[in-house]
T-cell receptor, first 112, second 115 residues
Framework: SQKIEQNSEALNIQEGKTATLTCNYT??????LQWYRQDPGRGPVFLLL?????KEKRKERLKVTFDTTLKQSLFHITASQPADSATYLC???????????FGTGTQLKVEL | SAVISQKPSRDICQRGTSLTIQCQVD?????MFWYRQQPGQSLTLIAT?????????ESGFVIDKFPISRPNLTFSTLTVSNMSPEDSSIYLC????????????FGPGTRLTVT
């Protein structure tokens, strides 16, 4: 069966450190993978998209890698800040146009 | 990008009744999506709504329970029919980026509680 898995337990890190979140998938062949941020009581906000032929993408303090052999994406936040505390969702195209299938999400807490 | 609003932001409803959720976008988009997010869970796609055609429902979701309208390129509604407590959830609409980048923009969600 198809699955998208993210760290189910909350990730607590200290301010200034690099946070690394993992997204693993099985039985998908996505053309692209996306990462979103969701704050409590709000809809997800798009962060980054990486295509199957790209190994790495960066945007300010964010970096995403995509390994289609391992079927895994890593999401890094460098120099993390308390304001980065949120739930981070990975999503990949489920085929048939622009439909997305979301992972379970990982809650990140950045402490002072 | 696109800015999306939803109404209502929250509601408490009695079982057996129906609620219609509205989604308004500030630009014309071809595809709109409706998701459900149950407490502590991730997002599950309910259906895709294209203007001028019937909505396409995902496995486990049916038109009788979740009828959708898409009268124009900036508006859609989702109705949750004959509600039960299991329908308590956050319902979100989203649209694809009008520029065609595959990014999706989400509304703030409608928090529904069924008693």
């Amino acid at each position: 069966s198809q699955k998208i898995e993210q760290n189910s337990e909350a990730l607590n890190i200290q301010e200034g450190k690099t946070a690394t979140l993992t997204c693993n998938y099985t039985n998908y062949s996505p053309a692209y993978l996306q990462w979103y941020r969701q704050d409590p009581g709000r809809g997800p906000v798009f962060l980054l998209l990486i295509r199957e032929n790209e190994k790495e993408k960066r945007k300010e303090r964010l970096k995403v890698t995509f390994d289609t052999t391992l079927k895994q994406s890593l999401f890094h936040i460098t120099a993390s800040q308390p304001a980065d505390s949120a739930t981070y969702l990975c999503a990949l195209d489920a085929g048939g146009g622009n439909k997305l299938t979301f992972g379970t999400g990982t809650q990140l807490k950045v402490e002072l | 990008s696109a800015v999306i609003s939803q109404k209502p932001s929250r509601d408490i409803c009695q079982r057996g009744t129906s609620l219609t959720i509205q989604c308004q976008v500030d630009s014309q988009v071809t595809m709109m999506f409706w998701y459900r997010q149950q407490p502590g869970q991730s997002l599950t796609l309910i259906a895709t709504a294209n203007q001028g055609s019937e909505a396409t429902y995902e496995s486990g979701f049916v038109i009788d329970k979740f009828p959708i309208s898409r009268p124009n390129l900036t508006f859609s509604t989702l109705t949750v029919s004959n509600m039960s407590p299991e329908d308590s959830s956050i319902y979100l609409c989203s649209v694809e980026d009008p520029q065609g980048t595959y990014e999706q923009y989400f509304g703030p969600g409608t928090r529904l509680t069924v008693t």
